[in-house]
């Protein structure tokens, strides 16, 4: 039985979403639709403001008890102002100003008695116009707003005054370079910028409830009566091309709400009749209405607004059914799923091919239906118990055309011959007493291989072959011979381009039949060998153009069989697959291939394997599939059928989507509170924080994340890291929140990216530092300053016991000189009394023992000095050995050579302590792309010295490399409160700021030779800079500020000076110890003029010659004889100079 009829065979055109009071939307009615700068949806309703994100909707509503909520919940209009913030006319209440950073809401009212104010509290219409003012469209006029000095100027209609308003009535505005266009009951009117005169557009349309300007050149006037107008905003003449809409659309409708510009189409919506799109170039004017039959038809036909956002979705504001909206942009998969004659959504199909001429066949579980796109005809073809000359069963399994054009039917109960032409079937059933006959009627593919042999899979009775012209079957089944085929339930025959014939069985694997030799070749599954195949039920087969046969099973995936190494590769859903049950596959011309599967319609690169994944919110008819349900057309486009109707496509029309949607970090929790500290937070823009300072105690943080893409939010993935705390990105999870615990001190950065609906990812990432302080135990400067403690205390004990030892020496020097002065007396007694001793010679053999008593007591003394002068040496070398281990301290402080030329390559220093260590130091470092390099002379030599110029460089280590500051003056602004923090200064008065003694003078600058420029602060110290001027060395010399880097009667900011680099140019760092230094034939200063000139004098020597001059010439100093002829001044302070060659 056929049945032919004419219907609108249709694709659907477009799937809508909806967004409705369900879903959190205030009201069902859609007023007013815009799109902030930041990517946020906002809605108007007659219940409140709507915000959408593409998840949650956030709304704003009034409260007569909070002046800063806004000020009537029903909106007609929005609009964003030149700072992103949201511009309310609500009806009845004035318009809001919402500030978006803060939630903080302000009103501009109407008062009669104060004709600065607005004209009404209703408002229909906002525009704010290059100028920053704000336009308001009311039911009592227009008004110019001024929102910085909130005065407003009204525009009315005067009755005898042809340069007024033409009506009081207000619905829209638009502007070019020279008028403010305005939109009345009563038609449109100019306003003149500069003079604010009025001028009314004869012949315009009235009830101008939408303009919109279009290259400044054409006005677009969407009328409530009129349909679509076009004004020349030149001649100022209007076209009435589009007034009778109906006429390129039968369904169009002349009431016009609104429209809206998208490339070369605008959308125009209707009062009563749904939207419409007009192609500009086509003139094709199509229809989208509401249809109860068909789901994600648009909500409603009562439409009130239309709005385009930034990623191509268009919104629709209805009159009571919410909010539709439809990506612009989807994939042309054209999805067919309405069956206009049976008034019935098309769902279970199952075969479907195209014809030689055009014509699609869809086998059905109730017959067969074919589409003629031409004549936009169907016709329908079943069973008929009563004919014999009809289709044997309606359960329609799989459909081909073959080499004569006729067709053939496979069924649930038989095979079937069509021969169009002859309108004419035979069927073809299994007859158990004929061998020549079907060896099984349930059917379930068929084939026509090269030879024009008919090819029949069949459930339970193998694959049969028929001869169309011997009108014979030859039938192959399953049999203990291992050259037969390995099951009897079939499911597909499919023929490669050697002409082998391929059979998939249901759980008996995949056979290959050499016609040549009569032989089938098995493969099966194998569950110990990996390499075997996949999975036992094969449901589908096509041949790459590499040779590779490609094989869908159902429950194991995808394997890619090569016929020549006769290996397999496996492709599931541990690889990307949505779904390891495949329905079909397909190869398109741009080496990939596209499956069917349970879950969806997947696209795979035949060298590469990648794999792109399409699912219902892309367009396609349902996740769900069938077996059978796919062909390839001579055109090259693909037809895929399934539970939900079947999509006609071609896979070169399928891209990718490339827009990035706006990434926006929403709310930040630290501790699970929202709320910062002032010094917590830097901010990048007045929403968007940069960095997080926080203490070692805040260190729980939770970053809340959206994307603003709104064509399918639900396959946007995010992904983040925390820099130096994360090894990998992690892929975030449904909540979109990052979530971090007890985070150590350190330096971290958050970086955050979203790929779009198709996941393309973003090359936008965000970024927020974060710096968690140590607890002030960990800290360098807590370290420093144990360390210097530990060593001077060191030095004090060693201090106090040397002088013990030099207080003994002392006491026994003196004990030695009165024992030796009494021995002197007693020996001029003795040679006074030598006569009284010879006579007493008795006597003194007598006291011959005391005297030799006496020796040997003066002897031991004696060894007891040379024993405390060894003490003495050993204090003394102890005391030498500390200074030098605080020398190594010193030194490891100091950039080393290998650092110092990696920054500078031509520089030199000369550094000379007077003492082992040194109060001078030097100190380089590379932070952001620039050089910071500097020279500091603390106070005092030695030891003291070396101990401020330790706590000097930990400070700029601090300061520049972990605060990344590379500006000179604020260096030694922080440097200097470091040191006075340190050094506990203070000092109430003058003469208190006087006595401190303690702090450094510096000379630092900060290279940047990708700009070609220098910066330059000095605390007391100069800088010279020398160039060759016209084979003239010039020494230009710029004297740093008068302050040291210490507590100080003058606290200014220190002076930073800039200055540009020119190639061969020498800058030259240095302490007062060059300068200072005694010497010479009359034992003076050396002076800073001599020292200009020696630098000037050896400016053409290569750099490492003059660090050689300038050490020689300062020890020379030294070495001159004065006028007496003494020799060797001794250094009296440390001497540093650092010099730079500038190679721009």
Same mark, same amino acid.
């Given at each position: 039985?056929?049945?032919?009829?004419?219907?609108?065979?249709?694709?659907?055109?477009?799937?809508?979403?909806?967004?409705?009071?369900?879903?959190?939307?205030?009201?069902?009615?859609?007023?007013?639709?815009?799109?902030?700068?930041?990517?946020?949806?906002?809605?108007?309703?007659?219940?409140?403001?709507?915000?959408?994100?593409?998840?949650?909707?956030?709304?704003?509503?009034?409260?007569?008890?909070?002046?800063?909520?806004?000020?009537?919940?029903?909106?007609?209009?929005?609009?964003?102002?030149?700072?992103?913030?949201?511009?309310?006319?609500?009806?009845?209440?004035?318009?809001?100003?919402?500030?978006?950073?803060?939630?903080?809401?302000?009103?501009?009212?109407?008062?009669?008695?104060?004709?600065?104010?607005?004209?009404?509290?209703?408002?229909?219409?906002?525009?704010?116009?290059?100028?920053?003012?704000?336009?308001?469209?009311?039911?009592?006029?227009?008004?110019?707003?001024?929102?910085?000095?909130?005065?407003?100027?009204?525009?009315?209609?005067?009755?005898?005054?042809?340069?007024?308003?033409?009506?009081?009535?207000?619905?829209?505005?638009?502007?070019?370079?020279?008028?403010?266009?305005?939109?009345?009951?009563?038609?449109?009117?100019?306003?003149?910028?500069?003079?604010?005169?009025?001028?009314?557009?004869?012949?315009?349309?009235?009830?101008?409830?939408?303009?919109?300007?279009?290259?400044?050149?054409?006005?677009?006037?969407?009328?409530?009566?009129?349909?679509?107008?076009?004004?020349?905003?030149?001649?100022?003449?209007?076209?009435?091309?589009?007034?009778?809409?109906?006429?390129?659309?039968?369904?169009?409708?002349?009431?016009?709400?609104?429209?809206?510009?998208?490339?070369?189409?605008?959308?125009?919506?209707?009062?009563?009749?749904?939207?419409?799109?007009?192609?500009?170039?086509?003139?094709?004017?199509?229809?989208?209405?509401?249809?109860?039959?068909?789901?994600?038809?648009?909500?409603?036909?009562?439409?009130?607004?239309?709005?385009?956002?930034?990623?191509?979705?268009?919104?629709?504001?209805?009159?009571?059914?919410?909010?539709?909206?439809?990506?612009?942009?989807?994939?042309?998969?054209?999805?067919?799923?309405?069956?206009?004659?049976?008034?019935?959504?098309?769902?279970?199909?199952?075969?479907?091919?195209?014809?030689?001429?055009?014509?699609?066949?869809?086998?059905?579980?109730?017959?067969?239906?074919?589409?003629?796109?031409?004549?936009?005809?169907?016709?329908?073809?079943?069973?008929?118990?009563?004919?014999?000359?009809?289709?044997?069963?309606?359960?329609?399994?799989?459909?081909?055309?073959?080499?004569?054009?006729?067709?053939?039917?496979?069924?649930?109960?038989?095979?079937?011959?069509?021969?169009?032409?002859?309108?004419?079937?035979?069927?073809?059933?299994?007859?158990?007493?004929?061998?020549?006959?079907?060896?099984?009627?349930?059917?379930?593919?068929?084939?026509?291989?090269?030879?024009?042999?008919?090819?029949?899979?069949?459930?339970?009775?193998?694959?049969?072959?028929?001869?169309?012209?011997?009108?014979?079957?030859?039938?192959?089944?399953?049999?203990?011979?291992?050259?037969?085929?390995?099951?009897?339930?079939?499911?597909?025959?499919?023929? =490669?381009?050697?002409? +082998? @014939? &391929? %059979? /998939? !069985?249901?759980? $008996? #694997?995949?056979?290959?039949? *050499?016609?040549?030799?009569?032989?089938?070749?098995?493969?099966?599954?194998?569950?110990?060998?990996?390499?075997?195949?996949?999975?036992?039920?094969?449901?589908?087969?096509?041949? =790459?153009?590499?040779? +590779? @046969? &490609? %094989? /869908? !099973?159902?429950? $194991? #995936?995808?394997?890619?069989? *090569?016929?020549?190494?006769?290996?397999?590769?496996?492709?599931?859903?541990?690889?990307?697959?949505?779904?390891?049950?495949?329905?079909?596959?397909?190869?398109?011309?741009?080496?990939?291939?596209?499956?069917?599967?349970?879950? /969806?319609?997947?696209?795979?690169?035949?060298?590469?394997?990648?794999?792109?994944?399409?699912?219902?919110?892309?367009?396609?008819?349902?996740?769900?599939?069938?077996?059978?349900?796919?062909?390839?057309?001579?055109?090259?486009?693909?037809?895929?059928?399934?539970?939900?109707?079947?999509?006609?496509?071609?896979?070169?029309?399928?891209?990718?989507?490339?827009?990035?949607?706006?990434?926006?970090?929403?709310?930040?929790?630290?501790?699970?509170?929202?709320?910062?500290?002032?010094?917590?937070?830097?901010?990048?823009?007045?929403?968007?924080?940069?960095?997080?300072?926080?203490?070692?105690?805040?260190?729980?943080?939770?970053?809340?994340?959206?994307?603003?893409?709104?064509?399918?939010?639900?396959?946007?993935?995010?992904?983040?890291?925390?820099?130096?705390?994360?090894?990998?990105?992690?892929?975030?999870?449904?909540?979109?929140?990052?979530?971090?615990?007890?985070?150590?001190?350190?330096?971290?950065?958050?970086?955050?990216?979203?790929?779009?609906?198709?996941?393309?990812?973003?090359?936008?990432?965000?970024?927020?530092?974060?710096?968690?302080?140590?607890?002030?135990?960990?800290?360098?400067?807590?370290?420093?300053?144990?360390?210097?403690?530990?060593?001077?205390?060191?030095?004090?004990?060693?201090?106090?016991?040397?002088?013990?030892?030099?207080?003994?020496?002392?006491?026994?020097?003196?004990?030695?000189?009165?024992?030796?002065?009494?021995?002197?007396?007693?020996?001029?007694?003795?040679?006074?009394?030598?006569?009284?001793?010879?006579?007493?010679?008795?006597?003194?053999?007598?006291?011959?023992?005391?005297?030799?008593?006496?020796?040997?007591?003066?002897?031991?003394?004696?060894?007891?000095?040379?024993?405390?002068?060894?003490?003495?040496?050993?204090?003394?070398?102890?005391?030498?050995?500390?200074?030098?281990?605080?020398?190594?301290?010193?030194?490891?402080?100091?950039?080393?050579?290998?650092?110092?030329?990696?920054?500078?390559?031509?520089?030199?220093?000369?550094?000379?302590?007077?003492?082992?260590?040194?109060?001078?130091?030097?100190?380089?470092?590379?932070?952001?792309?620039?050089?910071?390099?500097?020279?500091?002379?603390?106070?005092?030599?030695?030891?003291?010295?070396?101990?401020?110029?330790?706590?000097?460089?930990?400070?700029?280590?601090?300061?520049?490399?972990?605060?990344?500051?590379?500006?000179?003056?604020?260096?030694?602004?922080?440097?200097?409160?470091?040191?006075?923090?340190?050094?506990?200064?203070?000092?109430?008065?003058?003469?208190?700021?006087?006595?401190?003694?303690?702090?450094?003078?510096?000379?630092?600058?900060?290279?940047?030779?990708?700009?070609?420029?220098?910066?330059?602060?000095?605390?007391?110290?100069?800088?010279?800079?020398?160039?060759?001027?016209?084979?003239?060395?010039?020494?230009?010399?710029?004297?740093?500020?008068?302050?040291?880097?210490?507590?100080?009667?003058?606290?200014?900011?220190?002076?930073?000076?800039?200055?540009?680099?020119?190639?061969?140019?020498?800058?030259?760092?240095?302490?007062?110890?060059?300068?200072?230094?005694?010497?010479?034939?009359?034992?003076?200063?050396?002076?800073?003029?001599?020292?200009?000139?020696?630098?000037?004098?050896?400016?053409?020597?290569?750099?490492?010659?003059?660090?050689?001059?300038?050490?020689?010439?300062?020890?020379?100093?030294?070495?001159?004889?004065?006028?007496?002829?003494?020799?060797?001044?001794?250094?009296?302070?440390?001497?540093?100079?650092?010099?730079?060659?500038?190679?721009?």
């Amino acid at each position: 039985m056929i049945i032919a009829v004419q219907v609108n065979a249709q694709p659907q055109k477009a799937k809508f979403n909806y967004l409705t009071n369900r879903d959190g939307l205030s009201q069902n009615s859609g007023r007013d639709i815009i799109q902030d700068s930041i990517g946020f949806i906002w809605i108007a309703t007659e219940m409140g403001l709507d915000k959408f994100d593409g998840y949650n909707i956030h709304s704003y509503s009034q409260n007569p008890l909070n002046s800063n909520s806004i000020s009537n919940n029903y909106i007609n209009a929005l609009a964003v102002d030149y700072k992103g913030n949201i511009l309310i006319g609500t009806d009845g209440g004035g318009l809001d100003y919402l500030d978006i950073t803060t939630d903080s809401v302000s009103h501009f009212v109407h008062s009669p008695t104060d004709t600065n104010t607005i004209s009404d509290n209703v408002i229909y219409a906002i525009h704010q116009d290059v100028n920053s003012y704000i336009w308001l469209g009311t039911p009592n006029g227009a008004c110019r707003l001024d929102p910085k000095n909130k005065t407003a100027i009204r525009f009315h209609y005067q009755k005898d005054n042809p340069h007024s308003l033409s009506h009081n009535v207000i619905f829209s505005f638009a502007e070019d370079d020279q008028y403010i266009w305005v939109g009345t009951y009563s038609g449109i009117c100019t306003i003149q910028k500069e003079s604010l005169q009025v001028e009314r557009i004869t012949n315009s349309p009235r009830y101008c409830k939408s303009i919109y300007m279009k290259d400044k050149s054409e006005l677009w006037v969407g009328s409530l009566s009129e349909g679509v107008s076009i004004i020349n905003t030149q001649t100022k003449k209007n076209s009435s091309k589009y007034t009778k809409l109906n006429e390129l659309n039968a369904k169009a409708d002349n009431r016009i709400t609104d429209i809206a510009f998208q490339g070369n189409t605008i959308w125009i919506s209707s009062q009563d009749s749904g939207i419409f799109s007009l192609n500009l170039k086509t003139q094709v004017l199509e229809s989208f209405r509401h249809n109860r039959e068909i789901e994600n038809t648009i909500g409603s036909d009562h439409i009130r607004c239309l709005f385009i956002d930034g990623g191509g979705v268009l919104w629709v504001g209805t009159q009571y059914s919410g909010v539709s909206y439809y990506n612009t942009k989807s994939k042309p998969f054209n999805h067919y799923n309405y069956d206009y004659y049976r008034k019935k959504k098309l769902s279970s199909l199952q075969a479907i091919i195209e014809d030689n001429t055009g014509d699609i066949w869809i086998g059905t579980l109730d017959g067969i239906i074919v589409y003629n796109a031409k004549n936009n005809t169907t016709k329908y073809i079943k069973h008929d118990p009563e004919n014999n000359n009809s289709l044997c069963d309606n359960f329609v399994t799989s459909i081909i055309q073959d080499s004569d054009g006729d067709f053939w039917f496979g069924t649930n109960s038989g095979l079937s011959y069509y021969h169009p032409e002859k309108n004419l079937f035979t069927n073809f059933f299994s007859l158990p007493e004929d061998s020549n006959s079907l060896a099984s009627s349930s059917i379930w593919g068929l084939l026509e291989d090269k030879d024009g042999l008919i090819w029949i899979s069949t459930w339970g009775g193998g694959v049969s072959c028929y001869n169309k012209q011997t009108g014979k079957f030859t039938n192959y089944l399953h049999s203990n011979n291992k050259n037969s085929i390995p099951a009897d339930n079939t499911h597909l025959v499919y023929e =490669d381009s050697q002409g +082998n @014939i &391929w %059979i /998939g !069985t249901w759980e $008996g #694997g995949l056979s290959c039949y *050499n016609k040549e030799t009569n032989t089938f070749k098995n493969y099966i599954h194998e569950p110990k060998n990996e390499s075997s195949l996949i999975h036992n039920t094969v449901v589908t087969l096509c041949e =790459d153009k590499n040779k +590779n @046969i &490609w %094989i /869908g !099973t159902f429950g $194991g #995936g995808i394997d890619i069989f *090569n016929p020549t190494t006769e290996s397999f590769k496996h492709l599931t859903t541990e690889t990307g697959l949505p779904s390891n049950s495949i329905m079909g596959i397909l190869e398109d011309n741009n080496n990939n291939v596209w499956a069917s599967t349970g879950k /969806g319609l997947v696209k795979i690169n035949i060298n590469n394997y990648k794999i792109w994944h399409y699912d219902i919110s892309d367009g396609i008819q349902g996740n769900e599939f069938a077996q059978h349900g796919f062909f390839k057309t001579k055109s090259g486009k693909f037809l895929f059928s399934g539970a939900d109707g079947f999509n006609f496509f071609h896979p070169d029309s399928i891209v990718h989507n490339l827009y990035e949607p706006q990434l926006i970090i929403e709310k930040i929790l630290i501790n699970g509170k929202k709320h910062f500290r002032k010094d917590e937070v830097i901010y990048k823009t007045d929403r968007e924080i940069s960095e997080l300072n926080l203490a070692y105690n805040r260190n729980n943080i939770s970053f809340f994340f959206v994307a603003l893409h709104y064509a399918n939010p639900e396959k946007i993935m995010y992904k983040y890291k925390l820099e130096d705390f994360d090894n990998e990105w992690i892929i975030a999870d449904r909540s979109r929140i990052a979530k971090y615990t007890n985070i150590p001190p350190g330096e971290y950065t958050f970086m955050l990216k979203a790929s779009n609906c198709d996941k393309i990812w973003s090359d936008n990432i965000q970024e927020i530092i974060i710096s968690i302080a140590p607890p002030f135990w960990k800290t360098s400067w807590f370290y420093i300053i144990s360390s210097v403690s530990l060593i001077v205390i060191l030095i004090l004990i060693v201090k106090l016991r040397e002088m013990k030892l030099k207080k003994d020496k002392q006491v026994l020097e003196q004990k030695v000189k009165e024992r030796t002065i009494e021995i002197e007396q007693q020996n001029e007694e003795i040679k006074a009394q030598r006569d009284s001793i010879l006579e007493q010679k008795n006597h003194i053999v007598q006291q011959k023992e005391e005297i030799e008593s006496q020796r040997d007591e003066i002897e031991a003394q004696r060894d007891l000095v040379t024993s405390q002068m060894k003490d003495i040496e050993h204090f003394n070398k102890e005391i030498t050995d500390s200074i030098h281990y605080a020398k190594r301290i010193q030194a490891a402080i100091l950039p080393t050579e290998e650092f110092a030329i990696s920054l500078l390559p031509e520089h030199f220093v000369l550094y000379k302590p007077k003492d082992i260590v040194s109060g001078d130091f030097y100190w380089m470092s590379h932070v952001e792309g620039q050089t910071i390099v500097a020279v500091a002379d603390c106070t005092g030599h030695g030891v003291p010295g070396a101990f401020m110029s330790m706590l000097g460089a930990a400070f700029l280590n601090e300061i520049v490399n972990k605060e990344y500051i590379t500006h000179t003056g604020v260096i030694l602004r922080r440097l200097r409160k470091e040191v006075i923090k340190s050094l506990q200064q203070k000092g109430d008065t003058n003469e208190d700021l006087s006595t401190v003694k303690d702090g450094m003078d510096m000379t630092i600058c900060t290279i940047d030779n990708k700009e070609g420029t220098l910066q330059f602060s000095g605390a007391n110290n100069p800088l010279y800079i020398l160039t060759k001027d016209n084979e003239e060395v010039q020494l230009r010399e710029i004297k740093g500020d008068k302050m040291p880097i210490a507590i100080y009667e003058k606290m200014d900011k220190f002076t930073t000076h800039t200055i540009e680099l020119a190639t061969e140019q020498r800058i030259y760092l240095f302490s007062d110890g060059y300068a200072d230094q005694f010497g010479g034939p009359k034992g003076k200063k050396f002076k800073y003029k001599p020292f200009k000139q020696l630098l000037i004098d050896s400016y053409a020597l290569p750099i490492n010659e003059q660090h050689s001059l300038m050490e020689k010439a300062i020890d020379d100093w030294m070495m001159l004889s004065d006028e007496e002829g003494n020799k060797a001044y001794e250094q009296v302070d440390d001497i540093t100079l650092l010099g730079i060659k500038i190679n721009k």
